[in-house]
């Protein structure tokens, strides 16, 4: 397939986003319409803690990469968008601070001991990608901030109407997102659409975008949040929690680990692509 202008490539890349973006996988929907219980909902948002928690360390090792400082500068923000400028500040924290408004304990959640084996293989997978591929193809893949701000409305407009334990405050991630994940968009958009300067590189940032089945389709790991897609969609097996004399937070049960196989763990790592979910 030949993509003969950027303007072609811009449009090709938002038919796939419209078909493979994962507002259209069924978690998306199940949370979106109150489906989910509560400790599903604790353990989407721990394992996507991991995730936030890796994207300063990704677009570090992107910028690590860029030769001009003015790009440097501007894609910096994305780390202070994410870090803070101090503590108490930034995405990650928010993202802590959901999932505590959830009732998970901090410490928990640092740990990372309930983060699935697949959502670690998906996203250090992304943050591979990114160290090691091009700089145009590291670039492209943010690209799926194009499609955000429309899944993050869906998501926080149902979850406030459908879960009586979330509240606005709880989802001050999202709030923030919905203005910062256009900017991004726009200016690596911009980028690809400028570097990719041939009809060999346009098409390599299609066939990018293209390496895996839609998400609508039953063996879909594409454009997921990073999650198991088996796991959550099924309430875990776990040990009741030990009691002590201080009441603690709800933890989430256990995803079921027994039976995880390579193909749910997002298939081999070249295929690690495009996890992102901001």
Not at 5 to 26: T, V
Not at 89 to 94: A, C, D, E, N
Not at 111 to 137: H, I, K, M
Request: aromatic fraction near 8%.
């Amino acid at each position: 397939m030949s993509i003969d202008s950027p303007e072609a490539l811009e449009k090709c890349l938002r038919q796939i986003g419209a078909e493979r973006y994962h507002d259209q996988h069924p978690f998306h929907a199940l949370m979106r319409d109150g489906k989910l219980d509560k400790g599903q909902i604790q353990a989407w948002a721990v394992n996507r803690y991991y995730y936030q928690s890796r994207i300063p360390i990704k677009d570090s090792a992107l910028m690590s990469r860029i030769i001009d400082a003015d790009m440097r500068r501007v894609w910096s923000q994305r780390v202070v968008d994410h870090d803070g400028t101090r503590e108490g500040q930034g995405g990650i924290y928010k993202w802590i601070h959901l999932c505590e408004r959830l009732g998970l304990e901090r410490d928990y959640i640092l740990s990372e001991e309930g983060v699935l084996p697949a959502t670690r293989f998906a996203v250090d997978a992304y943050v591979n990608f990114v160290r090691e591929r091009s700089l145009l193809e590291a670039i492209a893949s943010s690209l799926t901030e194009l499609f955000s701000p429309t899944i993050i409305a869906e998501r926080a407009s149902g979850m406030l109407a459908q879960y009586e334990f979330i509240d606005e405050d709880a989802l001050s991630y999202f709030k923030a997102r919905l203005t910062q994940a256009p900017r991004d968009a726009d200016f690596a958009l911009d980028y690809v659409k400028t570097n990719a300067t041939t009809p060999e590189l346009r098409d390599a940032v299609r066939r990018l975008w293209c390496s895996r089945p839609t998400s609508s389709g039953p063996s879909s790991t594409r454009f997921t949040s990073p999650m198991c897609r088996r796991s959550c969609l099924r309430r875990a097996r776990s040990s009741p929690p030990k009691i002590s004399a201080k009441p603690q937070p709800d933890r989430p049960p256990r995803l079921a680990r027994a039976g995880l196989t390579r193909d749910e763990a997002g298939g081999d790592p070249s295929q690690g692509r495009l996890r992102q979910a901001r």
